[in-house]
């Protein structure tokens, strides 16, 4: 079962891509601004974070929030698909990405923030979309990877990085489980305040690996809760090659209800995920066949859309091919940035009271301010 949403817009992008090719107007460039001599100039991005990591490197991690507004500097020459990062020492603008200001928040201010940050959109600029990483994944690249889905899908709502404590290490596969689990109730109040905001359109869940299985317990739990559409603000839950247990999967899916959006990139050729069952003894989500029988069985009556990226795996791993192949990652873009009939022409306007979630304590009603101006440069700028 393919959704056909998403695949006629990974066919409509490789058209695209063809037709530029015979024109010869075809560029690996992502758009990230001109300037006036015509040469690509490096774009910046504003990533609001909520994080359970610890503050200080010593730190323990014990599944409490920090919030931040980052700036995220995309190269002038990025290619869509990929993700440069600096091999060792500082990165470098011209050719990295790299955090260039970093504005710390409480709790209040961090909602206050986001709303302000959504005031004035119209239709589903005004949706929010939430990205969870994986396992083995550092702070800064879960911060890089969000810019960079960001620009490459070309997302024009409101873009939120819920990041867990993951070690970042390829032996901390059991730490990183321990670290998502103690941080799914964060999630569960990052995403009640993100649909209790003055006009905000759709919340959408991007998650990858454990983080999948981290959002989908998350989404659980708010369903528990009595919100399992987030009070009609829920939007796609699009989980790529998750490591979730597919009988732990029925269950998160059940509890959500048969109106839930949910869609899921598997590859049968994931080693990561092969890895992962082979020491779990079950079968992995991100691995499912869904064109064999048994594939089939696991995921009847749960109406979830299964996306196969076999074909199209990048890399020795093939992990990561939900963000590493354009057409890929402008398909999630074109799906969750698809406008809604219904709210076409319906405008965020700052100062309405939101709905106060269930968990308390109650948040404080968001009041207009300011968005935060980020902090001068966290590196060098050449």
Excluded at 72 to 95: C, I, K, T, W
């Amino acid at each position: 079962m393919v959704r056909s949403g998403f695949e006629g817009a990974l066919r409509a992008g490789a058209l695209l891509i063809a037709a530029a090719s015979l024109s010869g107007c075809v560029s690996a460039v992502a758009s990230v601004g001109l300037g006036s001599d015509g040469a690509p100039q490096a774009r910046n991005v504003q990533i609001f974070v909520d994080s359970t990591r610890p503050l200080k490197a010593d730190g323990v991690a014990d599944g409490s929030a920090h919030y931040s507004l980052a700036t995220v500097s995309v190269p002038p020459n990025h290619e869509a698909g990929g993700l440069e990062m600096a091999s060792f020492g500082s990165p470098d603008r011209a050719s990295d990405f790299a955090v260039v200001g970093r504005r710390g928040l409480d709790a209040d201010s961090f909602r206050n923030a986001v709303a302000t940050h959504l005031s004035g959109r119209v239709g589903s600029n005004r949706d929010v979309l939430v990205f969870v990483h994986g396992f083995n994944t550092g702070f800064d690249e879960a911060r890089f990877r969000l810019a960079q889905i960001v620009t490459d899908g070309g997302f024009n709502g409101v873009p939120v990085l819920f990041t867990w404590p993951s070690k970042g290490s390829l032996f901390g596969y059991g730490s990183d489980r321990e670290a998502a689990t103690a941080s799914r109730d964060a999630m569960e109040h990052l995403l009640l305040d993100l649909a209790a905001l003055p006009d905000v359109g759709r919340v959408h869940v991007l998650a990858h690996s454990m983080g999948a299985w981290l959002a989908m317990e998350a989404l659980r739990e708010v369903a528990i809760a009595g919100h399992p559409d987030l009070d009609g603000h829920l939007g796609d839950i699009i989980l790529a090659a998750p490591d979730i247990d597919q009988g732990v999967f029925r269950q998160q899916v059940e509890r959500l209800g048969p109106n839930a959006h949910v869609s899921v990139f598997a590859a049968t050729n994931d080693r990561a995920l092969g890895l992962s069952g082979f020491l779990a003894e079950r079968p992995r989500l991100g691995a499912i066949d869904a064109s064999s029988p048994e594939g089939r069985a696991a995921l009847e009556g749960l109406g979830v859309h299964v996306i196969d990226l076999t074909r199209d795996s990048v890399g020795f791993i093939g992990h990561a091919t939900y963000a590493s192949v354009p057409e890929v990652i402008r398909g999630i873009g074109a799906e969750i940035g698809a406008s809604r009939a219904a709210d076409r022409n319906r405008q965020a306007v700052l100062g309405g009271e939101p709905d106060a979630p269930t968990f308390e304590p109650a948040p404080a009603p968001v009041v207009a301010t300011p968005l935060p101006v980020p902090q001068a440069p966290a590196i060098a700028v050449p």
